[in-house]
């Protein structure tokens, strides 16, 4: 038997993420609602992948320790264009670097403000169905 595939637009995707499963190599891009009133080329856009359940599963040992949560959070950042980090009077575009291991790097994680740490990781329970 033939597996059944439909093709969905991005807003039937937003409504279902979250509630149904989603692939290993399902990714989504976000904009956090923070930046929306900025002009389009200051509009950060992260690439981020739902935690699987074994990560959801240490999610809960983390409690208030915060290099478990950014160490949690930098593994789900696959990418980013648009983040700027303002020095002086100009905007400095910030390179995403990976670790070895294809990781977003410990000290550009460090690079982003706590309010958008916190965006992305109430984003990225969003779409692995924690909340």
């Known amino acids: 038997m033939e597996t059944k595939k439909i093709v969905l637009d991005q ?3 937003n409504r279902m ?3 149904l499963p ?3 190599d399902f990714t989504v891009n976000f904009t956090p609602e923070s930046t929306k009133e900025l002009p389009e080329e200051f509009r950060p856009i992260f690439r981020l992948k739902p935690f ?3 990560q959801i599963k240490s999610l809960g040992k983390i409690g208030n320790n915060d290099d478990a949560a950014l160490d949690a959070l930098r593994k789900q950042i696959l990418g980013w264009s648009n983040l700027y980090e303002i020095n002086n009077n100009e905007a400095v575009e910030i390179e995403y670097v990976s670790d070895s291991q294809g990781n977003l790097d410990r000290s550009s ?3 982003l403000s706590i309010r958008l740490s916190v965006e992305i990781l109430n984003e990225l ?3 692995s169905g924690i909340k």
């Open 11 to 13: 807003e039937m995707i």
């Open 17 to 19: 993420v979250g509630c």
């Open 22 to 24: 989603v692939s290993n």
């Open 52 to 54: 699987n359940h074994s």
């Open 109 to 111: 994680v460090n690079k």
């Open 125 to 127: 329970t969003r779409i």
